[in-house]
């Protein structure tokens, strides 16, 4: 834990982590929810975030003289490649039958993400260029998200063109504020932000960021994309 900071500042954080697992449980239990992959996808998920909470608690994310950094190595890129399997092993049994309305709706939750990551710069730990009031614009994909759900999905159709377009637009801006958070880690790679760097990420509850949160959220960009180029609307 972090010495310091305010502990609603982790306590909503911690809310927020669960609140986007569970919008993706919602998603799994609403269609597919006896199938093995959402089975295995249930207990890893389970399991993940016990594990990165255990890493970062021991101190595990905090040496960053490696190359590439451990929050990358151990947090990101397991996720990244979770991503891929199931994309690769259970894409007709899994992705292709997850609601798309909750896979829009899932994105409210980077409101409270980019909430939280104002208030870590304001104790300074991560740098101004991760917040709204520097080059993160990612807030506007949570206020938008409800209003692209009413826009896209009223009146019993869907609007495959807005839902593309605004999934597209979206992913650009969390891919900006990932570059950025990558960049601003202090380790070996740093670009930005020496004077304020992003160690924030290395301590628990905030490693479930770049471990859990944002995998899915990509996760649903991803699968929300590949519904819709393959005219499914459901």
Same mark, same amino acid.
């Given at each position: 834990?972090?010495?310091?900071?305010?502990?609603?500042?982790?306590?909503?954080?911690?809310?927020?982590?669960?609140?986007?697992?569970?919008?993706?449980?919602?998603?799994? /239990?609403?269609?597919?929810?006896?199938? %093995? #992959?959402? *089975?295995? +996808? &249930?207990? @890893?998920?389970?399991?993940?975030?016990?594990?990165?909470?255990?890493?970062?608690?021991?101190?595990?994310?905090?040496?960053?003289?490696?190359?590439?950094?451990?929050?990358?190595?151990?947090?990101?890129?397991?996720?990244?490649?979770?991503?891929?399997?199931?994309?690769?092993?259970? /894409?007709?049994?899994?992705?292709?039958? %997850? #609601?798309? *309305?909750? +896979? &829009?709706? @899932?994105?409210?939750?980077?409101?409270?993400?980019?909430?939280?990551?104002?208030?870590?710069?304001?104790?300074?730990?991560?740098?101004?260029?991760?917040?709204?009031?520097?080059?993160?614009?990612?807030?506007?994909?949570?206020?938008?998200?409800?209003?692209?759900?009413?826009?896209?999905?009223?009146?019993?159709?869907?609007?495959?063109?807005?839902?593309?377009?605004?999934?597209?637009?979206?992913?650009?801006?969390?891919?900006?504020?990932?570059?950025?958070?990558?960049?601003?880690?202090?380790?070996?790679?740093?670009?930005?932000?020496?004077?304020?760097?992003?160690?924030?990420?290395?301590?628990?509850?905030?490693?479930?960021?770049?471990?859990?949160?944002?995998?899915?959220?990509?996760?649903?960009?991803?699968?929300?994309?590949?519904?819709?180029?393959?005219?499914?609307?459901?």
């Amino acid at each position: 834990m972090i010495e310091n900071l305010p502990g609603y500042v982790s306590i909503t954080f911690i809310l927020t982590t669960f609140l986007t697992v569970g919008f993706l449980i919602y998603a799994i /239990r609403q269609k597919i929810f006896d199938t %093995l #992959p959402s *089975k295995i +996808l &249930t207990a @890893l998920i389970a399991f993940w975030l016990i594990f990165q909470a255990t890493l970062a608690l021991g101190g595990f994310y905090q040496r960053m003289d490696v190359v590439p950094p451990r929050v990358f190595a151990f947090g990101v890129l397991p996720a990244i490649v979770l991503i891929a399997l199931f994309f690769i092993l259970f /894409r007709k049994n899994f992705i292709e039958r %997850l #609601p798309l *309305k909750t +896979l &829009t709706l @899932l994105h409210v939750i980077r409101i409270p993400v980019e909430i939280v990551l104002l208030w870590l710069f304001q104790n300074g730990l991560v740098p101004e260029a991760m917040t709204f009031e520097g080059r993160n614009f990612d807030i506007l994909s949570g206020i938008t998200a409800p209003i692209v759900y009413w826009a896209a999905f009223r009146a019993g159709r869907t609007n495959r063109a807005l839902l593309t377009a605004w999934n597209i637009f979206t992913l650009l801006l969390l891919l900006n504020i990932v570059t950025n958070a990558v960049m601003a880690l202090p380790s070996p790679m740093q670009q930005i932000a020496f004077d304020q760097p992003n160690i924030a990420v290395t301590y628990f509850p905030f490693v479930w960021l770049p471990s859990i949160v944002v995998p899915i959220v990509l996760f649903s960009h991803i699968a929300s994309l590949w519904k819709l180029y393959k005219g499914q609307t459901g």
